[in-house]
């Protein structure tokens, strides 16, 4: 069964460095999705992706974050100036079609830790 | 506005029944209900949508009451393997909002 995969599964960085988060989402899929989760908290939305533009973003996502799909298969997220309450888990996710009627197909994740 | 489950959390035996509510202040067009192991990702269980309910599996079942705006997921004769957090999300504008999420752990 085709699945969302993440890379990498751990990332470590210096307080204000960037970081690169990747996820190639299931290749039929057309919506993509960012989400967040604290350690021990509820999953929080950060942005979601639809014909190479963002089409919902929270208020987590701020000019720090940006998103980007740069060949047809990887979609980023990367934090320009990360800050210790960075540190969580990354999750990536993708849907056929917008949601609604469709299921949201969550990756393992990737979990950033901020010194 | 994130939708608001209840319980926080449930103990039960193996072979016990449970219910987990979902509740919204806003109106609902779809409600999704999502487990998580513990340092895994989420794995869809089911949608249910405006005007009908989706039985995801078999001792799995949801139901969707639009008037309330409430969706109640129901675990009949549980398996250690329901341990975990279920999470119910709200669809709203291209994004899905979680609930805080209901520990469930099964004691054998």
């Known amino acids: 069964e085709p699945e969302v995969t993440q890379t990498p599964s751990h990332q470590v960085t210096q307080m204000g460095q960037e970081v690169i988060l990747r996820c190639v989402p299931i290749s039929n899929h057309l919506y993509f999705y960012w989400y967040r989760q604290i350690l021990g908290q509820k999953v929080e939305f950060l942005v979601s992706f639809y014909n190479n533009e963002i089409s919902e973003k929270s208020e987590i996502f701020d000019d720090q974050f940006s998103v980007e799909r740069p060949d047809g298969s990887n979609f980023t997220l990367k934090i320009r100036s990360t800050k210790l309450e960075d540190s969580a888990m990354y999750f990536c996710?993708?849907?056929?079609?917008?949601?609604?009627?469709?299921?949201?197909?969550f990756g393992d994740g990737t979990r950033l830790s901020i010194l | 506005q994130q939708p608001v489950q209840s319980p926080q959390a449930v103990i039960l035996r193996e072979g016990e029944d449970a219910v987990i509510n979902c509740s919204s202040s806003?109106?609902?067009?779809?409600v999704h209900w999502y487990r998580q192991k513990h340092g895994e990702a989420p794995v869809f269980l089911m949608i249910?949508?405006?005007?009908?309910e989706q039985k995801g599996h078999d001792k799995i079942s949801a139901s969707f009451n639009e008037k309330k705006q409430q969706s109640s997921l129901y675990l009949t004769a549980s398996q250690l393997s329901y341990s975990g957090t279920y999470f119910c999300?709200?669809?709203?504008?291209?994004?899905?909002?979680f609930g805080k999420g209901t520990r469930l752990h099964i004691l054998p």
């Open positions: 999300g709200t669809e709203r504008d291209d994004k899905i909002i």
């Open positions: 249910l949508l405006k005007g009908g």
């Open positions: 996710a993708s849907s056929r079609t917008g949601l609604g009627n469709q299921p949201q197909h």
């Open positions: 806003k109106a609902l067009y779809s």
